[in-house]
Nanobody
Framework: VQLQASGGGSVQAGGSLRLSCAASGRTFSNYAMGWFRQAPGKEREFVAAISRSGSKTDYADSVKGRFTISRDNAKNTVYLQTNSLKSEDTALYYC?????????????????WGQGTQVTVSS
């Protein structure tokens, strides 16, 4: 499956961005989806995940209550709504897909990765 992330940009602290990740090539609803991020000089970290159907989600503690992951299986797209952004949210954000036999979100073991979209938050 091919993944194309978009929607990043530069915002002031407290602002919002909606990231999108469009998938192609395989049956999108067979994949659990996730968002990860990597800041300069830091390791890539888990941000949020959503199950195949979209009924179950999981969030890193650092973004819980501020970010919302969702998906539209008819449009082969997963979203990450980011609100109340902080300077520490500045990073390159990646979407990822995992072929999943059950309807659970995952924090690891993703098979496919997008190219990343940059989010920069200024204070």
């Amino acid at each position: 499956v091919q993944l194309q992330a978009s929607g990043g940009g530069s915002v002031q602290a407290g602002g919002s961005l909606r990231l999108s990740c469009a998938a192609s090539g395989r049956t999108f609803s067979n994949y659990a989806m996730g968002w990860f991020r990597q800041a300069p000089g830091k390791e890539r970290e888990f941000v949020a995940a959503i199950s195949r159907s979209g009924s179950k989600t999981d969030y890193a503690d650092s973004v819980k209550g501020r970010f919302t992951i969702s998906r539209d299986n008819a449009k082969n797209t997963v979203y990450l709504q980011t609100n109340s952004l902080k300077s520490e949210d500045t990073a390159l954000y990646y979407c990822a897909a995992q072929s999943s036999w059950n309807d659970q979100p995952y924090r690891s073991r993703y098979d496919y990765w997008g190219q990343g979209t940059q989010v920069t938050v200024s204070s």
